[in-house]
């Protein structure tokens, strides 16, 4: 009989899949304790770890991608190892993770992206800012996409959320600005030829109900080549608005109504490229032929739903937007299914009970299976919040330990898994393979004033990791 699950000679051995924040934090909660021995394997479809601090986060916001130094930190515990470039339902299948690990958690976070449901959504120029952002961040899956950006003067970004106001900063920064950041190279070559002169930017409720917060949107109003402009009437309170500003818990409202009153009195402004900020709007097509040329929007009123949260209604009333050559449609993100794991497409997240895997036939929790993060309860919140997040999933982890619900009969051979991926032709990445490419990426950035040039395919990746080996394996001999 194999020793007690969590010992010192048989640790509690558990697979993360997704090493974005939610991941990280976990792993740093599950190896943070004291009375029980964990091991864990953090596994990602990407050579790279971090998910969206790497692939998500504008390049312009290096001190919210500091939080990397936290997630090194656990990465050096004892018991971590990392293993990139392996996609789970693939290189590793659900059989084969619950035969290697006690434990299974899922931080996959929400790759996909919503739909509009409008005519013209698919045309050539409309494309979701999750892909631009995946671009511009020189993410694998995007960096072979082209923007042209140099027949492009008005520009629409569908949403009123943090991704949004990414999406029109960047099109909204000088080169100047944007060369010191880690922005792509490619995607620095498209946006030094820019066209851009104006930035619409669409919500669909007012201002007061913006999901924007504050540092976001007090940026756009202090850019060097960019104004902020907004319309007086929008921002003028009707009894509803008024009464949601008064009753609503957190300031970031009243603060968001507070920074764009204080553009009111600078009007159009003198730069040369403007962001307009429209509220009360709902696209309702976007036209073309071939391309987009244009959109009309539905002007809306708010009614309050059954739980008295003021939502967007159509008034009949429309408007043209011509002339706008580009759309980003920035309407939040939406998960991927994982194969032999359960999914709700509707909601786009793994069902589960605040961290706890659920069947949605009998609604009761599947045994060793949790999720962290956006694919457990949608995307939403900052880094952080990811964090309490992690923790709770943890929690539960160990409770079901103690329950005894973990069966003490796996493989418990660490050198297996790594044997079974060799064995499949797979090159994974280990955490120290990862730093190599780490440091030279930070060495090419500082010789061109930028915090790093990431590498933007998977071939460089491995191919620089392959040129290592060999030099090494000749150095050796
Ligand atoms: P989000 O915050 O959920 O915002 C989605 C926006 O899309 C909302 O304005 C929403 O309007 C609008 N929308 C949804 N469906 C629509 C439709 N059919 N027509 C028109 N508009 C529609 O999503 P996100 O911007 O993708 O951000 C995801 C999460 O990441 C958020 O928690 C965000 O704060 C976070 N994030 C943070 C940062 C940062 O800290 N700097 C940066 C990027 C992202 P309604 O409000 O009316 O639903």
Known sequence: MAEQIGSASN???????????AGFYAVGELLRQKDITVTVDLFDRLPTPYGLVRGGVAPDHQKIKAVIRQYEKIANRPGFRFFGNVTFGEDLLLADVLAHYHQVLFSTGAESDRQLGIPGEGLTGSDPATIFVGWYNGHPDYRDLKYDLSNVERVAVIGNGNVAMDVARILARSIEELSKTDIADYALE?????????????????????????????????????DLVVEPKDLELDELNQEFLDN?????????????????????????????ARFFVSP?????????????????????????????????????????QMVFRSIGYKGHPLKDVPFDDRSGIIPNDTGRVIDPENKVPVERLYVAGWIKRGPSGVVGTNKPDAVETVGLMFEDL?????????????????????????RYVSFDDWKFLDQIEVETGKKIGKPREKMTTVEEMLATLDTRDAGERQAAS
Do not use: C, W
């Open 11 to 21: 640790p509690l051995r558990v697979a993360i899949f997704g090493s974005g924040p």
């Open 190 to 226: 498209a946006l030094k030829k820019s066209a851009v002169r104006e930035i619409y930017l669409l919500g669909r409720r007012g201002p007061a109900q913006a999901v924007f917060t504050n540092p976001e949107i007090r940026e756009l109003s202090d850019m060097p080549i960019t």
């Open 248 to 276: 609503v818990t957190e300031p970031v409202h009243q603060r968001n109504m507070e920074i764009l009153n204080a553009q009111i009195p600078k009007g159009e402004g003198t730069r040369q490229r403007k962001i307009r």
């Open 284 to 324: 309702v097509e976007i036209y073309g032929t071939g391309r987009v040329e244009g959109m009309k929007l539905e002007k809306n009123r708010l009614m309050k739903d059954d739980a008295g949260t003021p939502r967007a209604r159509g008034t009949g009333e429309y408007e043209e937007l011509p002339n706008i």
């Open 402 to 426: 103690q329950k005894g619900q973990v069966p003490n009969n796996i493989q418990t051979d660490e050198e297996a898994v790594p044997a079974l991926l060799a064995q499949k032709g797979v």
